[in-house]
């Protein structure tokens, strides 16, 4: 073999190493980075933390809206199901929740327009059926295929007013262990 088909061969080998390493890693390492910092250090797992409201300073981990307030909730399924409640803000704000697994997917998305008196799941291990004695009747029941993730809750509050009126609804909010 020539030299030169030697190091083409090494050189496609290292860029497809390197590619797939990048596809598979780096969902993985961006949000054990954010995991780390919503949950401030860990100290802060299985229930929710309150964001203050957006500046131009505010960049904790990504660009955040001025006109949101945001909660969030970094999970952890070792010791099962998680109940997850989001009260609706008042005056028909509008309310998002959305479930990110450990490598970035977006594995749930719940909404205020789909249900007005407040959000409720049940966020589960891939596999394992929640209890029936502790399920509460009739709660969609979401299965996570990692045990660590992001749950991330969003209001509209566009102005200081707005902000006030989300924040004292977000502060309901909870994620803790199925009971």
Do not use: W
Not at 58 to 74: M, N, T
Not at 160 to 177: L, W
Request: proline residues 8%; glycine residues 6%; contains cysteine.
């Amino acid at each position: 073999m020539s030299r030169r088909l030697a190091l083409a061969l090494v050189f496609i080998a290292a860029m497809v190493v390197g590619h797939v390493g990048t596809i598979v890693a780096a969902p993985h390492a961006i949000m054990a980075v954010a995991m780390n910092r919503l949950s401030q250090s860990g100290e802060a797992v299985n229930r929710f933390h309150f964001a203050r409201r957006t500046t131009a300073q505010s960049r904790a981990i990504v660009r955040p809206s001025p006109d949101l307030a945001y909660a969030s909730c970094v999970y952890d399924l070792a010791d099962g199901p998680l109940l997850v409640t989001a009260a609706p803000t008042p005056a028909k704000g509008y309310v998002s929740v959305s479930v990110f697994a450990g490598n970035t997917d977006n594995i749930g998305v719940f909404d205020s327009l789909r249900a007005p008196e407040g959000i409720r799941f049940v966020l589960a291990p891939a596999g394992q059926v929640p209890d029936p004695a502790k399920m509460p009747t009739g709660l969609p029941v979401l299965y996570s295929p990692s045990r660590k993730g992001v749950i991330l809750d969003r209001r509209l509050a566009p102005t200081a007013e707005a902000f006030a009126v989300a924040d004292k609804a977000r502060r309901e909010d909870r994620c803790a262990p199925l009971r």
